[in-house]
């Protein structure tokens, strides 16, 4: 008789599973920088890369695999220096401001999941408002390769990019610790009817980041940070637990971020945005969610809008001769990856498993040097055929 992959002990996550000496055995661990060859140093048990020596990496797919291992298995965070260019940062930044000040003329106040309502300033939808209000810095700012690099090595050559920008103003209280979505946004009280295969999964789902927009002192409060506490099996259901609010606020730790830093973490590592003691830095940060193209993103977008908008920048980004490794990263950031759900009577997979994605279909624009006007009929015909 075969042994069962799943015994009725491990099928489900219950009140034992939920330990603390359990979480300390997990979490209390050294981060040993011979284990992880591309990083530049260990600090406070986090990895620190330098972006710009990983452009000589002979072996990017080793490299991917390090910073697997790093995400899954070792700490669970890994931070970037000077990943992305300061000026095409300060650019954003602009934006960002830009729409906020729209927002509040308008009346819009933006909650926080884990904050007080309207403590901090934040950008709901961030990408596609920044690529509709600034098509060129939202391209340029997409074409970065370490985000792509750490996007591909968790999630595959296909991802969704979502983000949300966060102000944290002066004197803005700090997040509650927690543990970040799919499982992470699901009712306390239903989280023990999942079983514990999904609580395993859902962290392989999506990726989460930050993009320091500031220089960040730990006075100003970068994020709260847990290494090694993605690993606890019960994590999602005990982080809501005093007891493990109490360890987090005593033993987590906060590295300081100049801009144009990165940092990158599974989204079941225990984090919170810190508490801004500064008198005068209005800490700015892109948070990105990247999910893979099999799960379901955070927010819906307007992935056709946010395509026609760009298409120009990345037209003139072709004819100035940026890579194209660039334009891809930008095309797979801002346009649908996955072929599915469609409608297969009209959308048929003809030759091949699955009709073009909408990241085909740009793709192949770009290449075919398209106009506008052409990209805007190809979409809207892929649209109405993957419509019922």
Known sequence: MATPVHSPATAWIGDADCDLEDFRAQVERETDLADYPHAAEVRDNVLIYAAPALDRADDRRALKSEVIRAIADGPGVVVFTDAFDAAVVDRASEAFFAIIDSQRAQGQAAGDHFGAPGANDRIWNAAQKLALHDPRTFAEYYANDTLALVCQAWLGPRYQVTSQVNVVNPGGAAQVPHRDYHLGFVPEEHLADYPAHLHRTSPALTLQGA???????????????????????????????????????NHHVQLPLAKGDAVFFNPALYHGAGLNNSADIRRIANLLQISSPFGRAMEAMDRTAMVRAIYPALRAMRAARWSPAALHNVVVATAEGYAFPTNLDSDQPIGSLAPPSQVDTVLRALADDLTEEDLAVALRDQNERRNP
């Open 211 to 249: 993009v320091a927009h500031c220089d960040m002192p730990v006075e100003s409060g970068p994020t709260m940070l847990l290494p090694h506490s993605q690993r606890f099996a019960g994590g999602y259901i005990a982080f809501n637990r005093p007891e493990f609010i109490d360890y987090f606020a």
